[in-house]
């Protein structure tokens, strides 16, 4: 799994565990929803730092929590 996917995997993720669709999270994150769209179907594969801690916000976490999971963690290094 590359940091692109785990990012993807974690926002889904994150949307279901608070039952919240992309355009609520645009509204509570301040993203635009066409911005997380294409974070989520693969059009903006390098999401910026700046727009993943305003998505966090907008699911009320912190970056730390976003990037403590199991994926994260097992992340191979991506560049040979």
């Given amino acids: ?17 608070k039952k919240m669709s992309i355009h609520k999270l ?5 993203v635009a929803p066409f911005t997380i769209k294409n974070i989520l179907y693969g059009k903006s594969a390098n999401p910026g730092i700046v727009t993943i801690k305003m998505l966090c916000d907008g699911f009320g976490i912190t970056l730390a929590d976003f ?13 040979v």
Avoid: W
């Fill in 1 to 17: 799994m590359n940091t692109y996917t785990a990012v993807k995997n974690r926002i889904l993720h994150l949307c279901g565990e």
């Fill in 67 to 79: 990037f403590d999971t199991p994926e994260f963690h097992n992340l191979k290094q991506e560049i």
């Fill in 26 to 30: 645009a509204l509570e994150s301040a």
